[in-house]
């Protein structure tokens, strides 16, 4: 079982800036962000592959946001830029053993940190 512990979260206004966390207690193929907002349905935001550090994102994110990792404490980040109302949400961290598809597959997950982006 890996444990996921997400730290970052807050209040912004709209065009700035704000880095998430997400320390994990043990090493699994790789970790992801989702987010989601009141009434709607959780959705992918980035992946990171721990061997390579391999990336992907959601095209509502390209260019803004960066997933990186830190292999020695076995962290990942969020680094959300151009923050915009409809960034607001509950992010979430989530890990998986195997690789598939960004929406599915997803062993681990943490307990969220809220973001809110005020316009």
């Known amino acids: 079982q890996v444990q996921l512990t997400e730290s970052g979260g807050g209040l912004v206004q709209a065009g700035d800036s704000l880095s998430l966390s997400c320390a994990a207690s043990g090493r699994t193929f790789s970790m992801g962000w989702f987010r989601q907002a009141p009434g709607k349905e959780r959705k992918f935001v980035a992946e990171i592959i721990w061997s390579g550090g391999t990336t992907y994102y959601a095209d509502s994110v390209k260019g803004r946001f960066t997933v990186s990792r830190d292999n020695a404490k076995n962290t990942v980040y969020l680094q959300m830029n151009s923050l915009n109302s409809e960034d607001s949400a509950v992010y979430f961290c989530?890990?998986?053993?195997?690789?598939?598809?960004?929406?599915?597959?997803?062993?681990?997950w943490g307990q969220g940190t809220q973001v809110t982006v005020s316009s």
């Open positions: 989530a890990a998986r053993r195997l690789p598939g598809t960004t929406r599915r597959g997803w062993d681990y």
